[in-house]
């Protein structure tokens, strides 16, 4: 089976460019969030949505930061303009929800390494 | 605010050896606990994850345990191999109505020595 798909797996860009990252979840998983990495915050959580409607946006650091699900199979989380801090490891995660046979177990994707330079 | 605290940062091992990860939380409001495995580069893998009701779970060699009174998941490996080595995180979803986000501690980096 395949798991959470994400791309591009690395991105090098210059401050003030508008970077899009794209995230496929596990099928049938109806959740999904985004994760940023870094060396100093470790993993926070950006946003996460349930069937496609955002529940918690309170992780996005700044307006320049946004995300989408326009549908159960695809994510978009875009940063305009970029800026040097913005250089991490971004995730994305999903897992199935509710349910008796739904423990709430997160499955990440490889992650799409940010350099904005 | 819940916050989870991973001890040790690094743990260096010879191989063969048996240990512990240690993980602690401060609300015990948890609906499950999870231990991850994060090889360099790459995402995060899902090893074991504990229900708020369950003491503990297993899994090969690995076992976790839950105390949730006490705020305190310990991750154990047996017989370690060099491939084993990898950064491990603990990862505590809050027990309030809706919240499906998980709090990470900063992980615990081993290496097991050939």
């Known amino acids: 089976d395949a798991g959470v798909i994400q791309s591009p797996r690395h991105e090098v860009t210059e401050m003030g460019q508008e970077v899009t990252l794209r995230c496929k979840p596990i099928?049938?998983?109806?959740?999904l969030f985004w994760y940023r990495q870094t060396m100093m915050r470790g993993l926070e959580l950006l946003i996460y949505?349930?069937?496609?409607?955002?529940?918690?946006d309170s992780g996005m650091p700044e307006d320049r930061f946004s995300a989408k699900m326009p549908n159960a199979s695809f994510s978009t989380l875009k940063i305009q303009p970029s800026e040097p801090r913005d250089s991490a490891v971004y995730f994305c995660?999903?897992?199935?929800?509710?349910?008796?046979?739904?423990?709430?177990?997160?499955?990440f994707g490889e992650g799409s390494r940010l350099t904005v330079l | 605010k819940q916050e989870v605290t991973q001890i040790p940062a690094a743990l260096s091992v010879p191989e063969g050896e048996n240990l512990v990860l240690n993980c602690s939380f401060t609300?015990?409001?948890?609906?499950?606990l999870q231990w991850f495995r994060q090889d360099p580069g790459k995402g995060l893998t899902s090893l074991l994850l504990i229900q708020s009701s369950q003491r503990e779970q297993t899994s090969g060699r690995l076992n976790a345990s839950l105390d949730k009174s006490s705020g305190r998941s310990t991750l154990y490996i047996a017989a370690s191999q060099p491939g084993d080595s990898a950064t491990y995180l603990c990862a505590v979803r809050p027990l309030i109505q809706g919240a499906q986000k998980l709090v990470f501690g900063q992980g615990t980096r081993l290496t097991i020595n050939p």
């Open positions: 609300d015990s409001a948890i609906y499950n």
């Open positions: 995660a999903s897992s199935p929800r509710g349910g008796a046979a739904n423990t709430g177990e997160l499955f």
């Open positions: 099928s049938g998983h109806n959740s």
């Open positions: 949505f349930n069937n496609n409607v955002p529940i918690d």
